[in-house]
């Protein structure tokens, strides 16, 4: 089974401060996502890498930033949060091919004061 | 602009009933769609898929149906029970789009009662 991971579960964080989420995924997936999830509006694509340092821009990329030094893993970063940064994240990852079923993380919610 | 939306944000079906979750999309280069299913505090899991070549697909109780004529989606949950209870979303890929990108529905807050 595909396994993919997040650093954290709960996170709070303050204003300002500069936050990583970490994801990793095991089945040597090409592309990897982070998504945000809010009530209401479903999910949104942030980010995207369908290679390692390679990297494209989401939905909603103002004020995140993404890294992608390993195959395995692709981190965000929230460079100064922001309280409408508060929200649940979702990583995901899938084969670079024609069938693209993604595979989530267990998401991370974010907390920021 | 074009969207997956879904029909309904919430659903209730008594335990045992057959479910009808329903999604349109309208962007006709469409190609494969996903179901997912999250359940509370959880990710997405995977449901099921249909390209856009089939207009049915059947799994362990469920059923996706897609009419390409009318852009809609639907997922049947025969016997619906309640580890059933959760957000359902349907996602679309659209050919042309990046590779791997999809695009995903509000959800539909499914809730068995016994």
């Known amino acids: 089974d595909v396994k993919v991971t997040q650093s954290s579960r709960y996170l709070v964080k303050r204003t300002g401060e500069k936050v990583f989420l970490e994801c990793v995924q095991d089945?040597?997936?090409?592309?990897m996502f982070w998504y945000r999830q809010d009530p209401g509006l479903g999910l949104r694509l942030i980010y995207f890498?369908?290679?390692?340092?390679?990297?494209e821009k989401g939905d909603i990329p103002e004020g995140y930033s993404v890294s992608r030094e390993k195959k395995e893993r692709f981190s965000l970063i929230l460079e100064s949060a922001s309280t409408n940064q508060t929200s649940m994240y979702l990583c995901?990852?899938?084969?670079?091919?024609?069938?693209?079923?993604?595979?989530f993380g267990p998401g991370t919610r974010l907390t920021v004061l | 602009g074009e969207s997956v939306g879904l029909h309904l944000p919430t659903l209730s079906v008594q335990e045992g009933d057959n479910s009808i979750i329903n999604c349109a999309y309208s962007?006709?280069?469409?190609?494969?769609f996903i179901w997912y299913k999250q359940e509370s505090g959880k990710g997405p899991q995977f449901i099921i898929d249909?390209?856009?070549?089939?207009d049915k697909r059947q799994g362990q109780r469920v059923t996706v149906l897609l009419n390409k004529t009318v852009k809609h989606l639907s997922l049947q949950i025969a016997a619906t029970q309640p580890g059933d209870s959760a957000v359902y979303f349907c996602?679309?890929?659209?050919?042309?789009?990046?590779?791997?990108?999809?695009?995903f529905g509000r959800g539909t807050q499914l809730t068995v009662w016994p």
């Open positions: 089945m040597d997936h090409e592309n």
């Open positions: 890498s369908y290679d390692v340092k390679m990297k």
């Open positions: 962007n006709s280069a469409s190609d494969y």
């Open positions: 249909i390209r856009s070549n089939m």
């Open positions: 996602a679309e890929r659209r050919r042309g789009s990046t590779l791997g990108r999809l695009y």
């Open positions: 995901a990852s899938s084969l670079l091919k024609s069938t693209d079923t993604q595979y």
